[in-house]
């Protein structure tokens, strides 16, 4: 039986240095975000369900401009992600406003996912090669794996980016992942600031995760015990979060699984900062110009994808 995996949508996210709602921000000729091209490129690979992690005070907006447009192309579910759905005993801080965080997503919608299935960001751009290289992962019944990016392939011109980076082995497998949440070009190449504010210099062909990460089901409980666990530890930290990469790193450290590492030939792009919107359109344009994607989206035949 041909298995169709699930695409998992992190679109809760408050967009903070975007300064709006980036997850439903028109970029394609036609009023198409980015999401779109993710869903159009994960039907054509094989997914066979896309599953929507939103927030309450958004959902009335991003089904209105998501919900119908897929109909007949792929199975579509929300699931809503709120500070206060954590785990039996914990409660929240009562200074806590950011959302818990992407791993924390995952454990939301775990009921909602009974195929392998992969996680990708709502405002990031992946391209098709990468969605089909996964699909084939999951597909084979293997159980973790990440599409991994060349670090100079995924930086914003406008300011610092989050970046899970690799550590991988000659076979492949992801020995480490350390999420870096502030990498940037500099006069002096690529720098990431640590938490102790020290620069760490990064080379342009670092293997880095932007999050496009496949899990068998089974795996669904460690997200669990790996939450209670960052609860424990961190909850009372008002910008902490319960990130993928801290999964993955606990999976490999513990001797869980094997994560594969898959490398993409694909360049991202996405939009972290405002700025950054004319170079999303820009790119966009050039690939349908090339062929690529049609002019408009979804004004074409549903089994033509």
Same mark, same amino acid.
């Given at each position: 039986?041909?298995?169709?995996?699930?695409?998992?949508?992190?679109?809760?996210?408050?967009?903070?240095? &975007?300064?709006?709602?980036?997850?439903?921000e028109a970029f394609g000729?036609?009023?198409?975000t980015i999401i779109d091209y993710s869903i159009y490129d994960a039907i054509k690979a094989g997914f066979g369900k896309v599953v929507f992690i939103i927030r309450k005070s958004i959902e009335a907006e991003f089904k209105a401009a998501m919900q119908d447009k897929?109909?007949?192309?792929?199975?579509?579910?929300?699931?809503?992600q709120e500070l206060d759905i954590l785990p039996e005993g914990f409660s929240v801080p009562q200074d806590r406003v950011k959302p818990w965080g992407t791993a924390h997503a995952v454990w939301v919608a775990a009921g909602k996912l009974t195929e392998p299935f992969a996680v990708i960001n709502g405002d990031d751009f992946y391209g098709y090669q990468s969605f089909q290289i996964m699909a084939d992962f999951l597909k084979s019944g293997q159980e973790c794996g990440l599409v991994g990016y060349l670090l100079a392939n995924t930086l914003s011109e406008h300011g610092a980016v989050s970046r899970g980076i690799c550590e991988v082995d000659t076979g492949g497998n992801l020995v480490?992942?350390?999420?870096?949440?502030?990498?940037?070009?500099?006069?002096?190449?690529?720098v990431a600031i640590g938490p102790d504010q020290q620069p760490i210099s990064l080379a342009p062909d670092q293997m880095v995760s932007?999050?496009?990460?496949?899990? @068998?089901?089974?795996?669904?409980?460690?997200?669990?015990? &790996?939450?209670e666990?960052?609860?424990?530890?961190? @909850?009372?930290l008002p910008k902490a979060e319960f990130f993928l990469p801290l999964v993955l790193d606990k999976l490999v450290k513990e001797g869980?699984?094997?994560?594969?590492?898959?490398p993409t030939p694909e360049k991202w792009f996405g939009v972290t900062y405002p700025a950054d919107?004319?170079?999303?359109?820009?790119?966009?344009?050039?690939?349908?110009? @090339?062929?690529?994607?049609?002019?408009n989206l979804w004004n074409t035949p549903v089994n033509s994808i």
């Open positions: 039986m041909d298995i169709k995996p699930t695409l998992l949508v992190l679109a809760a996210g408050m967009a903070t240095r &975007y300064g709006s709602l980036k997850q439903i000729p036609n009023g198409e897929f109909s007949g192309r792929i199975e579509v579910d929300f699931v809503l480490s992942i350390t999420e870096q949440t502030h990498i940037e070009k500099t006069q002096d190449g690529i932007m999050n496009l990460m496949g899990f @068998a089901p089974s795996l669904l409980p460690y997200f669990g015990k &790996y939450l666990g960052f609860l424990w530890e961190k @909850a009372h869980a699984t094997q994560v594969k590492v898959l919107k004319p170079l999303v359109v820009e790119a966009l344009r050039k690939l349908i110009e @090339a062929g690529t994607y049609p002019e």
